[in-house]
């Protein structure tokens, strides 16, 4: 399938860096760094703001245990300091927690704080030791609801034929353009963290799409230094990588920002504030966030 290449939907060349806070598979007993309850949540994405992250993608856990949890009032506890306390776009999962088999409407619960963004797994995939089930008639479901609410889809990619299923759906009016995507590169069993996979994602995608992408693992640093280079934008977090580099574990998510903060401006692309990503994503700013522009 041979799409348009996407036209450029951000003249100003400005990089948008997405902050994923805590994910809901890492453990500590892998890394002491990932924050657990809401209020290290918040800080943690208080500190990615500081450093020039403009979105922060959020799961949450249940503080007795640290297992993920769709809880939508642990949610609720880190979207409103986060919206009195920051400009952040918040962009909230929908995915669950990988390999269990929740109800669709505790995944789709966080939609109802009525998110800037939200997680759309567009298709399933093994992950985490399970399948990560994102069938039709779900995403038939969430698709319906962020259309309702107000809400950008943020289409993740683990495979080539996620964006077929994303484009299909497009077609069919239940996605809007233009359409936002987030390429997770390097899991063990989606898609390859290479150039190569990447140029091959980027030609499926549509003229006038938005798209970022996560290197998991060892593929964070490569995969984001394409991005820069091509004029994508970045995702960074303790969610998708717990190390600095080589045995070296990340001390916090800010300093992933910060890293790629600086990169970003050696190389010349300004990183986007919250606002420059809401006018670049084609977003609006919630009525009930604080403006502290």
Known sequence: MSQE????????????????????RNMRDISPHIPY?????????????????????????DPRT?????????????????RVQTDLVLCLTTSGIAGRNLPYQDRLAPLDLKPELASFDAGSINLGGGVFSNPPDFLDQAAEMMLETGVKPEIEVFDSGMIITALRMRDQ????????????????????ATPRT??????????????????????????????????????????DNIYYSRGVLAA????????IAALARDYGRPVASPQETRTILGLSEPKNQKSLI
Not at 39 to 56: K, L, M, P, R
Not at 66 to 82: A, C, K, T
Not at 173 to 192: E, I, K, M, N, Y
Not at 201 to 214: E, N, Y
């Open 252 to 259: 916090s998510n800010a300093q992933f920002v910060e890293r």
């Open 37 to 61: 309850t809401p209020e290290e949540i918040v800080q943690s994405s208080i500190e990615c703001w500081n450093a020039g992250a403009s979105i922060v993608h959020i799961h949450v856990r």
């Open 198 to 239: 990447l140029l091959y994602l980027l030609d499926l995608i549509p003229a006038g799409s938005t798209w970022s992408i996560i290197g998991i693992g060892k593929g964070h640093l490569p995969m984001s230094v394409m991005a820069l280079a091509m004029g994508g934008h970045i995702r960074v977090g303790l969610e």
């Open 66 to 82: 640290g297992l993920g949890s769709q809880d939508l009032d642990l949610f609720r506890r880190v979207v409103e300091p986060l």
């Open 173 to 192: 009016g239940r996605l809007l353009d233009p359409l936002h995507f987030q390429f997770v590169l390097g899991t063990p069993w989606g898609a390859s």
């Open 5 to 24: 290449q996407p036209s450029n939907t951000n003249p100003s060349g400005k990089l948008i860096i997405t902050a994923a806070i805590t994910g809901s």
